[in-house]
């Protein structure tokens, strides 16, 4: 037995992964290392991270940049309670996304430590804003297909998703919006406003009973990397705006540069309620969230008596580490040049993804800043569907880690990702489609 088989039998007998179906025994990755966009297993394999961990590394693994901020912080402060004390590296980062966000002045940063206990946090404050005005709301619109983490209220405003059937009993009442989507070449300017009228007729029978709007801004990500256009977005939330409903943009995905603009909402010309952070605010190492509320939000919530406080914080709420680590990911936005990197990758995905839209087993190709997506023609779309799943195996045996939502592929490189790098998963891809198309194991 070598070290990865022992490492694999312990695993088995202690450990529970999520997302994971235990009982079909498929074996995970004995990861032991990472550099840059590759991942290194026990034994010596390397696999190209073309979905940055779950969304979260964007500037590569084991950049000593943000090492070095770590282990500077955890000899200093490592930890302390966020109620009742505050800490430079917090206050540093609070004020670095709120520049970054234009938001400087306007909003308050609320820390939490991942992106759904960002989303809670999000819908605790709308909720208890309308309490704490003395008009009390519970219902929130969502758009069909949303995703937005897997804590309860999380998962009430990402049911339509199909991750949560199994929940259902627990799961508080929504309202669910229809989402013209959109791929290349396809501009849906009718489905759009078909979409916006059947909103306005639901806002006119439900809105007085909305306490919020919460939405994926132009991409939804795990409901199947669903992409809608700027126009269609602005006008949604212009609607909710108009009556007075606070709208939360959820860029726990598509923060930090993924869609092409620092955060998706800075497309849009809107200016969220309350924003949704986390995933690649440390650059991917360690876990930490934001919410950011407006200051009208804010306000609402003050007075003489802790009655209209916000009653939400975790034991690691603002942890001084994982603070320090997010403000060395700022910087290094800006000393690598993240933008220009999305801009790169952004081309190379172009480029490939143009030669791949002709081949008869795709359809809706689809990118917008450094997210690349398209179907598997004809395939089932179920998140456990057998093509995406063969596709993903297919992909780890030479080197390139994928993981297909259903029928529809992905690539969300970390931003230091070689040209060469996305050749490779390209070609990688394009040898299952050949695969495919002469084996039995069909996509279609
Ligand atoms: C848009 C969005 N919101 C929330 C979450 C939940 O984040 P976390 O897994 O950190 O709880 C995710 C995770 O994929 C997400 O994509």
Redesign the pocket.
Known sequence: MDHSDTLLTRDAAAVWHPFTQHGLGREPIPMASGAGAVLRDSGGREYLDMISS??VNLHGHGRPELAKAVSDQILKLDHVQFAGATHEPAVCLAEGLLEKAGLTGSAKVFYSD???TA?EAALKIAHQHWANTGTPRRLFATLRGS????TVG?MSVGRSSGFFNAFHGMLFETISLPVPLVFDGFLNKEGEETALNEIRRTLETDGESMAALIV?PLVQ??GGMRFHSVSFLASLCHLFRERGIPVIF?E??TGFGRTGSFFAYQQTGFIPDLI?L??GITGGILPLAVTIASDDLFESFLGNDFSTALAHGHSYTANPVACAAALASLHLHESTDSSMQINRIHARMRSHLDALAAHPRIERTRLLGGIAAFDLAGAEREYTAESGRSLSSFALEQGVLLRPLGNVLYLMPPYCTTDEQIDRAFEVIGAFLSKTARGSQGVA
């Open positions: 779950w969304w991942n992106g759904s989303v995703y937005h983490g897997d999380a994926e990500g795990a959820d726990v995905m949704c986390s995933k």
